[in-house]
């Protein structure tokens, strides 16, 4: 069997978990493309510490920390140098990305963001712990335009062409700096730098190809969406079956959940910049799959009620607006369909309001003439309802059968009346029906008897001249083959013939019946000693389950023996060969119950109705000898002794059911 990839787990699974890595990695190459493409040098440089990116940043940063100097509260402390007595401003401008030392050569003021120490009291301590070897380091001194550094960066060693020159060039402060060990500010671009130097540009060459595989596994889960292995249809679960409303709001209160998680999330303790860009970028993550998660759902729903068309009538809304309309559809089809009798109505109503109110009003007499006109209403709906009732109890009559019940439609007025016509002429119409279907009936019958009658005359002549031939002392094979087969054929013509008078006799009630007292148990073990050669011939073993006490019927013995004939005519020609037939006689509730049980040879492809029917055979191929008219004979005799016919086959198991009520004398 073809396997089908619409059902398929596993490709549905890594189409889910593909889509969102590859998404991540085309915005993230899209950012590092943007970035490179702006910043070609990331590429061409060695290190960062050599770009024009490093340099405008770091530039950026002193240039901020110049400006706040200018712009700091002058709160100074005295400390003391072995040099010259100098001062410390406590308003140190803060950086991460940069130690500094700056010195006002106007003022002798000091601004730095080194922690003051024993080690770190005196300018010279300051100096020495910002220019060091092991740190990258870049100085300017104001007075004499000089710039030194360790950083191989052109534009750091060039000032005079920074925008940071025209904020020194007065020469008021000597600037002190190197780069802090953790460099928070360059951190996430170095990364990029050393991936752009491993990977130069195939992260934008990898962007269209991961659109396309994105487009594709896209289709694939829109076309597999529902398709579940062994189910032909759209599979739907019990969300799927939730309106579309019910499952947005749900969606939207999860999305905004997560978002005001996000937002308030307080680690409680100070970080490194580079851990909380790790926590961030975790978070994120996190924040991301969760989302995912939830618009997939979302999706997965849509597309599956998209697919059983379900989408809008699933909703709430349309829903609520089906049943408005429907609501006022009612409204209108009530008020329209009836419009003369709803006018009548509503006129009648008006009528009798205005008059009771009238006679309401007026003094002395008026009571007893509103009480009188009442009371004549009242009198109208009696009198409506007695006629309702004669039509309902008419009607229910003709229901059950009596077609030569009618109306009188004297005694009702109105719409009652013109209802009573049409229901004496609905009556009439049946019971006309019923009499050309019973004369239909009598005439094919007596067409088949007539017809029979007509075959049987010719065809005992035929069966006679057989039979003279049969006594002919004829040599000829052939022909004694030609006279063994009209000898046959005549036989099975005149069984036909016989069955086809008989079933006429039967199903017209031409029959009459001498009901006695029968007792089913030797009427059994007698039929069966008579077909014990059929069944033998066939390997049939007979298995009778008969009750030890005698149980008696109320039936005629000749017919009653002609149902059992066919019936054991059947299994004769229709069992398995070598098969067992079950033959149970029970009682119960005061009904006997007689069944015959045996499997049949071919495959029973036919109802039990067609069964019933007459020319049916259980062998649609009619090779084998029968007119099919068997079990019908069967039925009408049962059910014209009282008696119930039923059939019932299940697989290759075929059963007949006799149903009688148990014998009971006079004086039982």
Known sequence: MKRDIRNSVFLKAICYILIPIFVIIILLSAIYTEYIIEYPEMLTKSKFYETNRFASIYESKVNTIVYNTNNAKRSYTKIENTEEEIYYNS??????????????????????????????????????????????????????????????????????????????????????????NEQHEVFLENIIFNLAQKMKWIPTIAIPILIIIIIVMIVYLCISIGHKRGNKEIYLNKVDKWPIEITGIISI????????????????????????????????????????IILAAITTIIIKKIKTGTLIKSSLLYQIVNSILKFCQKIYDTTTRNIELNIKIVLYFIGTTLISVILFNMEGVGLLLLIAFWGYILYKIFKKIDEFKLVKNTTKQIYNGDFEQKIDETLVKGELKELSTYINDIAGGFSNAIQESIKSERLKTELITNVSHDIKTPLTSIINYVDLLKQENIQNEKAKEYIRILDNKSQRLKKLTEDLIEASKVSSGNVKFNIEKINVGELINQSIGEFEDKFKEKGLEIIPNLPNEEIDINADSRYMYRIIEN????????????????????????????????????????????????????????????????????????????????????????????IFKQYKNKEG
């Open 91 to 180: 308003y140190n401008i803060t950086s991460k990305m940069i130690t500094y030392l700056i010195i006002d050569n106007e003022t002798q003021e000091i601004y730095t963001n080194v922690n003051i120490t024993e080690k770190t009291d005196s300018l010279t301590e300051i100096k020495d712990l910002i220019i060091n070897e092991q740190n990258l380091y870049w100085n300017y001194e104001g007075k004499e335009n000089i710039v030194n550094t360790n950083i191989e960066n052109e534009n750091l060693k060039s000032i005079k062409y920074s925008q940071l020159y025209e904020e020194l060039k007065e020469g008021k402060y000597d600037i002190y700096t190197c780069l802090n």
């Open 253 to 292: 209160i999860l999305i905004i959940f997560i978002c005001y998680f996000a937002s308030e999330i307080n680690f409680g303790i100070r970080l490194s910049e580079k851990i909380e860009l790790i926590v961030i970028a975790n978070l994120f993550i996190i924040f991301y799959i969760v989302l995912y």
């Open 567 to 658: 019936i054991y005519s059947n299994i004769s020609k229709y069992s398995l060969e070598n098969s067992r037939v079950y033959i149970d006689v029970k009682l119960k509730e005061q009904k006997v119950y007689i069944s015959f049980k045996n499997i049949s040879k071919q495959k029973l492809n036919i109802t039990v109705d067609e069964l019933m029917e007459r020319f049916v055979r259980g062998d649609k191929s009619r090779n084998t000898e029968g007119s099919g008219l068997g079990i019908s004979i069967s039925k009408s005799l049962t059910e014209l002794q009282n008696g119930k016919f039923n059939i019932q086959v299940d697989g290759d198991l075929f059963k007949v059911e006799l």
